[in-house]
Structures are given as C-alpha cells and as structure tokens.
C-alpha cells in the first residue's frame, strides 16, 4: 500500500476547510485552493494549509490526493478543465450529499492513470467558509463510501486510512442509488421539515421566546446554506419527494385521527413510533 502524503484540497469552506485542517495536524503536506482570497488567508493563519491559490494547476501535479470540496453541479467541469495537471496515480474524490446526478460523467472524466473514489463525510455545519471550519466536526462522523463499477479496493484502503487517520467513526460501502435515497430519507428530509416549520407562522419567532430550546433545537437545520441546499434537492428530487410524500401521508393520519378525537389510532401510532425507535437503538447499539 503506497502512503500518501501530499493532498490537495479544492474549496476551503466548513468541510474542505475541516478535512484541511484535520490533515495537517496530522502530518499531511496540504495545499488549498479556493475561488477567495479570505478563505486563503483564514487556512494559512489557522496553518491548515501548506500554501494556497486560486487555481490549482502547480499543487495538482505533486499531489497524491485531490479531495474536490465544491458543489455537485462544479466537480464535472472541474475535472474538464484541470484534470490535465494531475498527475498518474493520483486519488481524487469528493464531498458531495448526493451522487447518481453525475456518477457516469465524471467517470467519463477522470484523467488516465488515475481515480475518482466518491465519498461522502457525514459531517458540517449549517454555516458556509472556512471561519466555521472545524476538525471536532469529523470526530466519530460516519463516513460514505460510494462504489462504482470503476472502484478499485486499492482505492477504497487509502482513503480508508485517511479517513480513520484524521478522525471518521464507521466508515461504509454503498452505491450511489442506494446512497441518495438514505440521504433522502435521513438528511434532506428533516431540512425540508425544518425550514416548512419555520416559514409556517409569522408568529414563530415569539413562540421560540416562550418554548426556548426544544423550538431552537427543532428548526436548527433551518439555518440553512440556500446555494447548496438547492442544489441538493433538485439534485436528488424523485429520491426527496418520495420522502416527503411518505411524511405527508402520515401527518395526515396524525391529523386525521386528532380531529375525530380518535384516541385509539393516535395509541397506535404512539406504540409504533416507540417500539421502532427502541428497535434503532439497540441497532446502532450492535
């Protein structure tokens, strides 16, 4: 297994910033790249990088890793326009919350001799730049790898080791169907909840001055980065309809059953609600 030493980070925000961070405390040779000169200056004084600039073309000719910290919908045309400077052998991969929207482009994409490994940390902040960057936010976070017909095992035991070097908990396999899905369901799904919630009543911000933290607590993920959240959700549109979808067929029974003061179907719904909670529990117990 080859070591890898040098790793470039393209886009220094809160998860770029945190893997850069994270990385040279750890020993890494890391080089930054970010579109501004405050997120530059911000990882030089903080010391997560090595040297920075705007563009990556001298870093990406000595790197051993390329971790692509942009918005889903910049990595394709990244990869067109800089992908010439990588060098042979090198590893590159991604951040991105959702995959199948461009899995098969940027395969088409990756330059000869060497690979993309899609990834996907299950860590950040709802903040945007590197001034919320952080590397406690990788500590224990779970880790996603996202297998493709074109992934090696060579590829999957370096980043592995990455990973568990600067802090990731579980680190797991899937595809990228399987993938958006759960993201769906686990991730989007409560953000959309959470900013319906608060965008429901003109009076919210009083009731939060009455019911304090388990309102704050609630809507926190409103708080939310309006650029990559869009993207985001129409990037993985059927997956988070469905969900949404599924969330509103059983609001309406709740509804249902409280307006025909139907006690014995909001007691079911109760029990259910427990016993599979209870039953994740002792899941993520194991």
């Given at each position: 297994?080859?070591?890898?030493?040098v790793?470039?980070?393209?886009g220094?925000?809160v998860v770029?910033g945190?893997?850069a961070?994270?990385?040279?405390?750890?020993?890494?040779?890391?080089?930054?790249?970010?579109?501004?000169?405050?997120?530059?200056?911000l990882?030089?004084?903080?010391?997560a990088?090595?040297?920075g600039?705007?563009?990556?073309e001298?870093f990406?000719?000595k790197?051993?890793?390329?971790?692509?910290?942009?918005?889903p919908?910049q990595?394709?045309?990244?990869?067109?326009k800089y992908g010439?400077y990588?060098?042979?052998?090198?590893?590159?991969?991604d951040?991105?919350?959702i995959?199948?929207?461009f899995?098969?482009?940027?395969?088409?994409?990756?330059?000869?001799?060497s690979e993309?490994?899609?990834?996907?940390p299950?860590?950040?902040?709802?903040?945007?730049g590197?001034k919320?960057?952080?590397?406690?936010?990788l500590?224990g976070?779970?880790?996603?790898?996202?297998?493709t017909?074109?992934?090696t095992?060579?590829?999957?035991?370096?980043?592995?080791?990455?990973?568990k070097e600067?802090?990731?908990?579980?680190?797991?396999i899937?595809?990228?169907?399987?993938?958006?899905?759960?993201?769906?369901?686990?991730?989007?799904?409560?953000?959309?909840?959470?900013?319906?919630?608060i965008?429901s009543?003109?009076?919210n911000?009083?009731?939060?001055?009455?019911?304090?933290d388990?309102?704050?607590d609630?809507?926190?993920?409103a708080n939310?980065?309006?650029?990559?959240?869009?993207?985001?959700f129409?990037?993985n549109?059927?997956n988070l309809?469905?969900s949404?979808?599924a969330?509103?067929?059983?609001?309406?029974?709740?509804?249902?059953?409280i307006e025909e003061?139907?006690?014995?179907t909001l007691?079911?719904?109760?029990i259910?609600?427990?016993?599979?909670?209870?039953?994740l529990e002792?899941?993520?117990?194991?």
């Amino acid at each position: 297994m080859r070591q890898d030493k040098v790793i470039t980070i393209v886009g220094l925000g809160v998860v770029g910033g945190s893997y850069a961070i994270a990385l040279s405390k750890k020993g890494y040779t890391v080089y930054g790249v970010n579109r501004s000169k405050e997120g530059l200056e911000l990882a030089l004084e903080a010391g997560a990088i090595k040297e920075g600039a705007h563009t990556p073309e001298k870093f990406f000719a000595k790197s051993d890793v390329i971790i692509i910290a942009l918005y889903p919908n910049q990595i394709v045309d990244y990869l067109k326009k800089y992908g010439k400077y990588i060098k042979k052998g090198c590893l590159i991969s991604d951040v991105a919350g959702i995959k199948s929207m461009f899995v098969d482009e940027i395969n088409k994409n990756v330059p000869e001799g060497s690979e993309f490994l899609f990834c996907h940390p299950m860590a950040g902040r709802e903040k945007k730049g590197f001034k919320y960057a952080d590397d406690k936010v990788l500590q224990g976070a779970n880790f996603l790898i996202i297998k493709t017909d074109n992934t090696t095992l060579d590829a999957i035991e370096r980043m592995s080791i990455i990973a568990k070097e600067i802090g990731f908990g579980n680190i797991r396999i899937t595809d990228a169907k399987t993938h958006d899905k759960v993201i769906a369901y686990t991730s989007q799904l409560p953000h959309a909840i959470a900013v319906s919630l608060i965008n429901s009543d003109d009076e919210n911000s009083e009731t939060a001055s009455f019911i304090g933290d388990s309102y704050r607590d609630l809507t926190r993920i409103a708080n939310i980065n309006e650029d990559l959240w869009s993207e985001l959700f129409l990037g993985n549109k059927e997956n988070l309809l469905a969900s949404i979808t599924a969330f509103q067929n059983q609001l309406a029974e709740l509804k249902k059953a409280i307006e025909e003061d139907d006690d014995k179907t909001l007691k079911t719904l109760f029990i259910k609600s427990t016993a599979r909670r209870i039953g994740l529990e002792k899941k993520n117990q194991k």
